[in-house]
């Protein structure tokens, strides 16, 4: 699987934006861009995914690099329920849909 | 509930002991995978279930693990002679896609946390 890279933590206040980065050099063509997040002592829970447009539901928004070699999760106002874990997953178009989680993004909200 | 379930939530187990852990998916679901967990890392994938058929299970760590989903809804992962090692949380997660077709989202149950002693 095509590998992504995520800073290891970042720091937010409450009701600001957050801009979570991801880089993903080696991805294929057909390689869905996934978001997953992982509330403490919970199992993670789907964010967002998109493949080339950038994406938008009521939890967050997708910019992806018109060369898809990174993406932006973009939580638009942080809560204190938005401190988590962000992981950021590319996902073949072909496959059974396996996820390969890597060490993800710890987002810290202060009030 | 809606969502996927697991039981036990924690379990305690002493080294060589065999254990069990239940994951219900979704009504539905056709894909169901077993992840691994160890403090502070991402989820380790194990295994994969298309229904009843047992399509992956490359990350299985030893002969100690074995999985199952007999009639393609429940599934139960069992670890025989329990080492300190196997200590994490196991997550369970389904998904409606099959194979080839699916890009869709996970869903995620809270887990079982294993501790042996």
């Known amino acids: 699987d095509a590998k992504t890279t995520q800073p290891n933590s970042m720091e937010s206040n409450e009701e600001e934006p957050v801009h979570l980065p991801c880089n993903h050099s080696?991805?294929?063509?057909?390689?869905?861009i996934h978001w997953y997040r992982q509330l403490p002592s919970q199992g993670p829970e789907y964010v967002i995914h998109?493949?080339?447009s950038n994406v938008n539901n009521r939890m967050a928004s997708l910019a992806i690099a018109e060369d898809r070699k990174s993406s932006t999760l973009i939580l638009h106002r942080a809560t204190l329920r938005d401190a988590a874990v962000y992981y950021c997953?590319?996902?073949?178009?072909?496959?059974?849909?396996?996820?390969?989680f890597g060490q993800g993004t710890i987002l810290t909200v202060h009030p | 509930g809606a969502g996927v379930s697991q039981s036990p939530r924690y379990k305690v187990a002493k080294r060589g002991q065999d254990v069990a852990l239940r994951c219900d998916p979704i009504?539905?679901?056709?894909?169901l995978f077993w992840y691994q967990q160890a403090l502070g890392q991402g989820p380790e994938f194990l295994t994969y279930?298309?229904?009843?058929?047992?399509?992956?299970k490359s990350g299985l760590p030893s002969d100690r693990f074995f999985a199952e989903r007999p009639e393609g809804s429940v599934s139960t992962l069992k670890i025989q002679r329990t080492q300190q090692e196997d200590s994490a949380v196991y997550l369970c997660?389904?998904?409606?896609?099959?194979?080839?077709?699916?890009?869709?989202?996970?869903?995620f149950g809270e887990g079982s946390r294993l501790t042996v002693l």
């Open positions: 997660a389904s998904s409606l896609g099959r194979l080839g077709k699916n890009t869709g989202e996970l869903f």
């Open positions: 080696t991805i294929s063509g057909t390689d869905y």
């Open positions: 998109g493949l080339t």
């Open positions: 997953i590319l996902k073949g178009g072909t496959s059974y849909g396996k996820l390969t």
């Open positions: 009504s539905g679901h056709v894909s």
């Open positions: 279930f298309q229904n009843e058929a047992q399509l992956d």
